[in-house]
C-alpha cells in the first residue's frame, strides 16, 4: 500500500526558510516521479517542484526557482522540499504526490499524479 507522510510545515516570517519532508512507502522509489504541489484556498492546486526520481531530472515553477530545492534521499525513499527566502505568497497547503516516472511532464500535472500524502500547512506572514 503506497503512503506518503508529509511534516515541516509550520509558521515563519517572510524570508524565513523552512523544510518539507514526505516520507514514501509501498513502492520502488526510484521508479517514481515525485513533486510538491501546493494550494491556498480559493486558488488551483499548482506544482511548485518536481524530480523524476529514475532520470534525477528537477523542475521548478517560475515563481520559487533560486529559492525552492528539491532533493530526495534514497536510503529513506524521503523527498524534501528546501525552501527559503519564504514570501506571504508561498503561504498555502502544501502535498507531496507520486506517479510512474514515464507519467512526469513539465509542469507537473496534478491529474496525473495517483498518490498524495495528507498535506502540511505552511503560513509565511509579513
Known amino acids: 500500500q503506497v503512503q506518503l507522510v508529509e511534516s515541516g510545515g509550520g509558521s515563519v516570517q517572510a524570508g524565513g526558510s523552512l523544510r518539507l519532508s514526505c516520507a514514501a512507502s509501498g513502492f520502488t522509489f526510484s521508479d517514481y516521479c515525485m513533486g510538491w504541489f501546493r494550494q491556498a484556498p480559493g486558488k488551483e492546486r499548482e506544482g511548485v517542484a518536481q524530480?523524476?526520481?529514475?532520470?534525477?531530472?528537477?523542475y521548478y515553477a517560475s515563481s520559487v526557482k533560486g529559492r525552492f530545492t528539491i532533493s530526495r534521499d534514497n536510503t529513506k525513499n524521503t523527498l524534501y522540499l528546501y525552501m527559503n527566502s519564504l514570501k506571504p505568497e508561498d503561504t498555502a497547503m502544501y502535498y507531496c504526490a507520486a506517479v510512474f516516472f514515464v507519467m512526469c511532464t513539465e509542469p507537473p500535472d496534478p491529474a496525473r499524479f495517483n498518490y498524495w500524502g495528507q498535506g502540511t500547512q505552511v503560513t509565511v506572514s509579513s
Open positions: 524530480i523524476n526520481l529514475n532520470t534525477g531530472r528537477t
